[in-house]
């Protein structure tokens, strides 16, 4: 049997400090997103901080070069303990003086909007970080043959190191799929 040419030439893979270092970076890289993604999407479902609701006094158009949309007004947490007759939030549209608006109380100044589109969207994020620290695992369990190919390492650590790929390869559309939701949410008015 004939060895087949490839048309494409000799591939060059990278060398295993290479390798390291692109696996370390999607490693920390993957984690920064999972913290972030997950304090941000417990923050948007009312998880971290103190949920409640703001009746809204006002909304107007402010800043530029890209105006946002500001409101003001009364919030109330659902335990009743925390009050704020001076609540301010950026919203996606502008609500009505007297409708009410689910907002997470951040910290004494900072209240962040409760909805599924921040949800989703931060799972997304979430979602991607996790293929990125996986697909670091991945790097870490390969290692260069003697082609200069990057193969699996012998016994537990190489299968590992396959699923660990694999499982990366699946959550990037679960990542995508999310953020697809998270966008339609926010044009539907979510």
């Not at 295993?16 to 999972?34: C, N």
């Not at 103190?50 to 009746?55: I, M, V």
């Not at 009364?74 to 409708?99: E, V």
């Not at 909805?115 to 991945?138: E, H, Q």
């Amino acid at each position: 049997m004939a060895p087949v040419i490839s048309s494409r030439g000799p591939s060059r893979s990278a060398n295993p400090a290479q390798r390291l270092v692109f696996s370390v970076l999607f490693a920390l890289t993957g984690a920064g997103l999972i913290a972030f993604g997950l304090d941000q999407a417990g923050h948007a479902v009312g998880l971290l901080g103190r949920p409640g609701t703001l009746t809204v006094a006002s909304c107007a158009r402010a800043g530029q070069p890209k105006p946002e949309i500001r409101c003001t007004g009364t919030f109330r947490s659902d335990d009743g303990r925390s009050t704020d007759p001076a609540a301010r939030f950026t919203a996606n549209q502008s609500l009505a003086s007297g409708q009410t608006a689910r907002l997470d109380r951040v910290d004494a100044d900072s209240y962040v909007r409760i909805s599924p589109a921040r949800t989703t969207g931060y799972a997304a994020l979430t979602l991607f970080g996790v293929a990125l620290f996986v697909f670091a695992g991945a790097g870490f369990a390969s290692r260069a043959s003697s082609t200069g190919r990057p193969e699996p390492r012998a016994g537990l650590v190489g299968r590992v190191g396959i699923r660990l790929g694999q499982a990366g390869i699946v959550l990037l559309p679960g990542a995508a799929l999310c953020a697809v939701i998270a966008f339609l949410s926010t044009l539907l008015g979510g």
